[in-house]
C-alpha cells in the first residue's frame, strides 16, 4: 500500500507499508512462521534430547509395544515435564540467583555421579 502526500510541486512517497512488507518477505522461512524463541527453545530441547536414555529407553519399549501409545506416552510427558520446569524455574529464578542455582545443580550432578558410580550393576 502506498501513501502519497502533496506539497508544493513536490510529490512524496510514504513508504512505510512497503518497508515493513519487504522486511517480512526478507526473513527466512521458519522466522516467518515461528518466533525466534520457539525456534531457540525447540533447537535446545531437540538436539539436547537426541540420543539421550529417555530416547534408548523409548526405543527398547517401541520394539515390544505400541509405537503409537510409546509416541503418545513420551509427548505427554515431555509435556508435563516442560511445563513444571518452565514455570518453577520461573518461580525460583526471581527468588535465587544464578550463581547459586548453577552451584546447586553441578553439586547435584556430582552426587548423582557418586552414586551410580557405587551402585552395584545387576547382571
Do not use: H, Y
Request: hydrophobic share 50%; aromatic share 12%; net charge neutral.
Amino acid at each position: 500500500m502506498t501513501f502519497l502526500s502533496e506539497i508544493g510541486d513536490k510529490t512524496f512517497f510514504v513508504a512505510a507499508a512497503i518497508e515493513d512488507e519487504q522486511k517480512k518477505q526478507k526473513r527466512p522461512f521458519l522466522i516467518a512462521f515461528f518466533s525466534p524463541i520457539f525456534l531457540k527453545a525447540f533447537s535446545i530441547n531437540f538436539f539436547g534430547k537426541w540420543g539421550d536414555k529417555s530416547q534408548l529407553a523409548n526405543i527398547g519399549l517401541a520394539a515390544d509395544e505400541n509405537p503409537v501409545g510409546v509416541v503418545l506416552g513420551g509427548i505427554l510427558a515431555q509435556t508435563l515435564c516442560t511445563t513444571a520446569v518452565v514455570f518453577g524455574g520461573k518461580s525460583l529464578a526471581s527468588q535465587i540467583s544464578e550463581r547459586i542455582e548453577a552451584l546447586s545443580g553441578g553439586m547435584l550432578f556430582i552426587i548423582f555421579g557418586i552414586q551410580s558410580f557405587l551402585t552395584p550393576v545387576d547382571a
